[in-house]
């Protein structure tokens, strides 16, 4: 009698962790490669959005943050947009990445929670974030760095396709679609996502479940009027 109460307690509880979701995957995992400061990378007094592109496998892909590389993970130097857009440059989904260390560190990037996005197998789509200008003579404070020159490894389910930028423009500006080519071997990273990976483990249809702890109930029932 014992060992049938452990069976029917073990099998109606597994069933909420069978079924749960695995953890969150960064699509970029790359921590090498050479660091350079948003003054660096397009002038004094400029802003834009820098990203890249990349094309979903066989299977949607479920994104549920959006981030930025944090150089030395030692906070960012200003709040940072970021985004996601079809190809076509309809914007999906956005958040603010926060300066210092308020976002979440997850490697070498922070990280701002969005609502789960479905990113459809097949389709194109590109990440980018904005980069507010910084004067001349910035000294520390030259904006925070992308890395690029490095070996990228990415998260499966996805192959990245060419880094992307909009036209650079002088003075403040905003988050916006980054419709043009970087032309560069790589994109600088710059922004990165979260992938909600799916459980490894198969799980078993509910009505099996829900039709087994049945039979054991029933079971428990006949050996208590016997």
């Not at 993970?73 to 914007?91: D, F, K, M, R, Y």
């Not at 996005?117 to 760095?145: K, M, N």
């Not at 799916?198 to 039979?215: I, K, N, Q, Y």
Request: charged share 10%; hydrophobic share 45%.
């Amino acid at each position: 009698m014992k060992k049938l109460h452990i069976l029917l307690i073990a099998l109606l509880s597994g069933f909420g962790s069978i079924c749960a979701k695995g953890a969150s995957v960064a699509a970029v995992q790359t921590i090498d490669g050479t660091a350079f400061a948003w003054r660096d990378v397009i002038g004094a007094n400029q802003s834009g959005t820098m990203g890249w592109s990349f094309v979903v496998g066989g299977q949607d892909l479920d994104v549920d943050a959006l981030g930025i590389y944090d150089h030395g993970a030692n906070g960012l130097q200003t709040a940072h947009p970021v985004g996601i857009w079809t190809s076509g440059g309809a914007l999906l989904a956005q958040v603010t990445v926060p300066l210092g260390t308020a976002g979440t560190l997850v490697g070498s990037y922070r990280y701002g929670s969005i609502a789960p996005l479905t990113l459809t197998a097949g389709h194109t789509y590109v990440v980018g974030t904005y980069f507010a200008p910084v004067i001349d003579r910035c000294g520390s404070a030259c904006g925070d760095e992308m890395l690029v020159f490095g070996t990228e490894t990415f998260a499966s389910g996805f192959a990245y396709l060419h880094s992307n930028q909009n036209r650079a423009k002088i003075g403040d500006g905003s988050l916006a679609f980054p419709d043009l080519d970087g032309e560069i071997a790589e994109a600088f990273f710059g922004p990165n996502f979260l992938i909600t990976a799916a459980d490894p483990v198969a799980a078993p249809e509910p009505t099996s479940l829900v039709l087994a702890g049945l039979g054991i109930g029933a079971l428990l029932v006949r050996r208590r009027s016997s």
